[in-house]
């Protein structure tokens, strides 16, 4: 009995390694403690991304050190014509809280290592370019003072440090990645000294700047990279030494999921799939996560890429993202001036014309109940404590439109945007008909807001 029982435990363990693995604990928070820590997070759904760093000099992607191949001296003249003369925090402040956007992530460093704050522990960084200002106390101030919650982003990778090793993204091995290449490369680095610089970095950020809402460090290679020895993960980084350091400087702080802890339970507090379709949301639902999209294909400024999302696909991503349970973070690049540039800002504009009359189906909303079928050509939000259904419009219907099976579910339903009466009638079956005006109402997507018994 005994022995059956011992095979059926290790029979269990071979199948699923990872339900075994995810009781790993780094502390002790409870489950009923993490609802409450991330409470806010998932009713805001949605915030503001922003990009930016010398970078947005080259404008052609930030990853454009990586990418070209530059050493640390041919990159050197971003660093010496660094002068954002209009930045201006608060704008954006202003433009994100607009758009209703709820919270903000900042890159107080990137992959390119430069810091836009008064760091202690480097030269390369804001204060001592022609900026001579630490960026990011102006946009902790600005972002907070319009009541948003505010975030920093961290890059894992940082390809100025000299004691940063070789990987195959690295700008100095950049085609080359033999391991001769690599060996030469590394002679006199050590990442023991730059885990160190990255804890120094983070507890700056995490001691000088006041409550922080969100930290998104980036990123980690996959298991299978790093087996073939040519990326990062946990045990370079130190993740979990980190988690600690991070819990205790700022306990209510929610972190993202790229330190390459999946083993354990409370390694992250949030997935974050990264520039996938609406479509592949879906098999998120009842999973914790934050989709972080980019208005075109890049994340820093990038002047001559033409790839911007339409307005219906930016509503899409949102509606799309809050009818799966998930919250969308959408990202600026702000140009090398330092403002958002008039496609952004226009997009923004856009967000902010549908969010004025409509944020009600996006805040604390969630997906609907399956007893409630999706109607034809719409999509689905709730709010469970508001007992209210949200109907988005995706192709609006010629005069009528069928709520399948919602008989004796409705009290009331009217338009979102502008509180009118939609009125309705039992078909005889268990459906309900909505009777609606034949002049679509002005946005993109408009919602019918539903009162539930
Ligand atoms: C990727 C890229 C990076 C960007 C990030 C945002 O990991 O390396 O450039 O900042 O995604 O999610």
């Excluded at 780094?26 to 997070?41: L, S, V, Y």
Aim: proline share 4%; charged share 25%; aromatic share 14%.
């Amino acid at each position: 009995m005994m022995k059956k029982l011992l095979v059926l435990l290790l029979l269990i363990c071979i199948a699923s390694p990872t339900l075994f693995a995810q009781t790993k604990m780094i502390g002790n928070e409870t489950d009923a403690q993490k609802e409450q820590r991330m409470e806010w997070w998932k009713d805001a759904r949605f915030g503001m991304f922003i990009h930016f760093g010398l970078y947005s000099e080259a404008a052609r992607h930030e990853w454009v050190k990586s990418n070209e191949g530059m050493t640390n001296e041919q990159y050197q003249k971003y660093f010496d014509q660094f002068n954002p003369d209009l930045f201006d925090p608060v704008k954006w402040a202003k433009e994100a809280k607009a758009a209703g956007m709820k919270y903000a992530v900042l890159t107080t460093k990137h992959h390119e290592g430069f810091c836009l704050f008064d760091s202690k522990y480097t030269d390369y960084k804001a204060t001592n370019t022609p900026a001579k200002r630490d960026l990011v106390r102006e946009y902790v101030n600005a972002f907070r003072a319009q009541g948003l919650k505010v975030g920093f982003y961290y890059s894992l990778l940082d390809w100025h440090h000299p004691d940063y090793t070789m990987d195959n993204v690295h700008p100095l091995v950049h085609s080359d990645t033999t391991k001769a290449n690599y060996a030469r490369l590394n002679k006199g680095r050590d990442m023991a000294k730059y885990r160190q610089y990255m804890r120094n970095q983070i507890t700056e950020l995490l001691t000088n700047y006041g409550k922080i809402d969100v930290i998104w460090l980036d990123w980690s290679w996959s298991k299978a990279d790093q087996k073939r020895g040519v990326g990062k993960g946990a045990n370079d980084w130190g993740s979990v030494e980190l988690v600690k350091l991070i819990r205790k400087l700022q306990p209510g702080i929610i972190i993202n999921n790229r330190l390459d802890l999946a083993d354990y339970k409370d390694g992250a507090d949030f997935e974050t799939p990264e520039q996938v379709s609406s479509a592949e949301l879906l098999p998120y639902r009842g999973r914790t996560w934050e989709t972080c999209q980019t208005f075109s294909g890049s994340w820093g400024y990038y002047r001559d890429e033409n790839t911007w999302k339409t307005h219906r696909k930016l509503l899409d991503l949102l509606i799309t993202s809050v009818s799966n349970g998930g919250n969308l973070i959408l990202n600026v690049g702000p140009t090398a001036r330092g403002e958002f540039d008039y496609r952004a800002t226009n997009a923004l504009d856009s967000m902010a014309y549908w969010m004025h009359a409509n944020s009600r189906a996006i805040y604390n909303c969630t997906f609907a109940p399956d007893s409630f079928k999706v109607p034809e050509g719409t999509k689905l939000t709730y709010n469970k404590a508001a007992k209210r259904l949200y109907i988005h419009l995706y192709d609006y219907p010629k005069g009528k439109l069928i709520l399948p099976g919602y008989k004796g579910k409705v009290k009331y339903a009217q338009f979102l945007n502008d509180a009118s009466e939609i009125l309705y009638k039992d078909s005889g079956s268990d459906d309900l008909v909505l009777t609606l005006p034949v002049k679509k109402p002005p946005y993109e997507i408009p919602v019918i807001e539903v009162m539930l018994q």
